[in-house]
Antibody
Framework: QVQLQESGPGLVKTSETLSLTCTVSGGSVNSGTYYWSWIRQPPGKGLEWIGYIYYSGSTNYNRSLKSRVTMSIDTSRNKFSLRLSSVTAADAAMYYC??????????????WGQGARVTVSS | DIQMTQSPSSLSASVGDRVTITCQASQDIYNHLNWYQQKPGKAPKLLIYETSILETGVPSRFSGSASGTDFTFTITSLQPEDVATYYCQQSGTFGQGTRLEIK
């Protein structure tokens, strides 16, 4: 059974860069069968897809966040990461990593991490 | 971009009731529509993918169907443990969510 676990600072200052890592166990990020994704959820609100990364390093980001998002993958450590620059209060959210099955755009998120709460302070 | 319109935004029903949630796509997405359940304080959980395929371990009271660009998620007999928010999803777009409560 695949398991995903987010980690990273829970508090980020306004205008700085949010950095999170997702560690995958029970499966390999080096598999060409899946994509690896980040999704966020502001308090009391719905889900927003941030983007995905493929084992090859190719990425696809949500257009609304594209200018501030960078994703990377470390196949040797079975991890992938998210960086979101120039954060504001609007970036405060629960951040989930998830595995994607299917082939873009016909995909679904079949395994999720438990989430990492990120607060933005001035 | 394809827009997904999910309704209702909230719903209250009694144990044993049949519950229906709908999601309308702004254009043809064939059968590429998925449904998730999110219980309070938990990560979303995939219930149904490709319109009607139940994820392994999901109870059979959950089902999905489609008619053109209209997609339907149904719980045939609502149980107390079904209290959650439900989301549809297509590609990188999620519906707005439906909060389901017990009367």
């Amino acid at each position: 059974q695949v398991q995903l676990q987010e980690s990273g600072p829970g508090l980020v200052k306004t205008s700085e860069t949010l950095s999170l890592t997702c560690t995958v166990s029970g499966g390999s990020v080096n598999s060409g069968t899946y994509y690896w994704s980040w999704i966020r959820q502001p308090p009391g609100k719905g889900l927003e897809w941030i983007g995905y990364i493929y084992y090859s390093g190719s990425t696809n980001y949500n257009r609304s966040l594209k200018s501030r998002v960078t994703m990377s993958i470390d196949t040797s450590r079975n991890k992938f990461s998210l960086r979101l620059s120039s954060v504001t209060a609007a970036d405060a959210a629960m951040y989930y990593c998830a595995r994607i099955s299917g082939w873009w755009p016909n995909i679904y998120f079949d395994f999720w991490g438990q989430g990492a709460r990120v607060t933005v302070s001035s | 971009d394809i827009q997904m319109t999910q309704s209702p935004s909230s719903l209250s029903a009694s144990v044993g009731d049949r519950v229906t949630i709908t999601c309308q796509a702004s254009q043809d997405i064939y059968n590429h529509l998925n449904w998730y359940q999110q219980k309070p304080g938990k990560a979303p959980k995939l219930l149904i993918y490709e319109t009607s395929i139940l994820e392994t371990g999901v109870p059979s009271r959950f089902s999905g169907s489609a008619s053109g660009t209209d997609f339907t998620f149904t719980i045939t007999s609502l149980q107390p443990e079904d209290v959650a928010t439900y989301y549809c999803q297509q590609s990188g777009t999620f519906g707005q969510g439906t909060r389901l409560e017990i009367k």
